[in-house]
């Protein structure tokens, strides 16, 4: 039965910064990772409130993130690819060996391109166990660019192609296999912003009835949407993570990030969305991305960013 109170009871959860920003459009995400971990909501940090629902908590620290060179002009390649690879292969391996002691991972970035590590680390855990692993991935843009459709070169607009199996070789094929994620088990919530590349690969990998966009909320509601998610990601039988960026929100509820697009979700869709995950059972890993205290607004985004980790991890209101 599932415990309101203590739903971290005999559980462990594991907390993985990573900081890194350089692959985003503006720089401050990786400043997210610390305000995250520091912020006071009521008066407790993350790790004393996870805590408090029962977990066994650790804190690991930050995956070393290379330090950026100014990157060359390359029509070819995106923006920081070699600090790119450097830092995934550190991030894969720290997600694996958290996923081997059976905690929890709770990722704090960073611009959204991490996810290409860390879900790489968490795919190839299970893979080496013979077993897909689904993804819930709540973002107000596809994030599914490749270097040949991307109008920035900046690779926080390109990790769910890369995980697809699409986009630079040395980032598709880390942990020496690809794709880390079947187009079947994949799910993404909250899109308003797509390229036109994006849309045609969307439909090219068969994705459309995967693709949850606010237009699918207005019309559905968060519950449906969400629901339906939930199915198509635990098919896999490993389970799934969820990934989440800020940016799914509505920037009257979370100004602190650096890519805003009007008419996203409000507080409680997002809170709603993340309860109903919790409820279900079933997530390996959560990550949250694209927090930017360098933009922020009263901190009122950190803030968010910590209630939305305690929502995906069971706090309810009752």
Known sequence: MYNNEYPGKGKKVAVVGVPLGFAAGKRGSELGVEAMRMS?????????????LGYEVSDLGDVEVPRPVAPAADADNPKYLAEMVEACANMSSRLKSVLDTGAMPIILGGDHSIAIGTFSGIASHFHEREEDIGLIWF???????????????????????HILGQGCDELVNLEGYAPKLKPEYCAHIGGRDIDPGERRRIYDLGLRDNFFTMCDIDRRGMRACVEDAIA??????????VTFDVDMIDPRFAPGSGTLVRGGTTYREAHLALEMIAEHGGMRSFEIVEVNPLLDQS???????????LSALGKTIL
């Open 40 to 52: 006071k909501v009521r008066d407790k940090t993350l790790v004393e409130h996870l805590s408090d």
């Open 139 to 161: 973002d107000a843009h596809a994030d599914i660019n490749t270097p040949e459709t991307s109008m920035s070169g900046n690779l926080h607009g390109m990790p769910l192609a």
């Open 232 to 241: 198509i990601a635990s098919q896999a039988p490993g389970g799934y993570a």
């Open 299 to 309: 901190n009122i985004t950190v803030e968010l960013a910590c209630e939305l980790v």
